[in-house]
């Protein structure tokens, strides 16, 4: 989680950051902790947690590329590399 804080405000510092990351960005901050809490305190439910983390995150990857389709103007190579990596 720390590192997608850094990130986040590494591409707002730097004007990176484009539009599917300003929305999902602090999604996956808050299901990230959500699913951690979760984890530790009701580990009946880690099943659950980790599906809804991974869903979200593969999510986050899938729209981003096809955000490279839809808007073209946003298309950088650290962008590119950002989601590649």
Known sequence: ????????????????????????????????????????TAPVYRRYAEWFAFALLASYFIVSLGAFALFPSQITIYNVANIIQ
């Open 1 to 40: 989680m720390p590192c997608i804080v850094m990130v986040w405000l590494y591409e707002a510092w730097a004007g990176l950051l484009t539009e599917t990351a300003r929305y999902y960005y602090p999604l996956l901050l808050v299901v990230l902790a959500v699913s951690s809490i979760a984890i530790r």
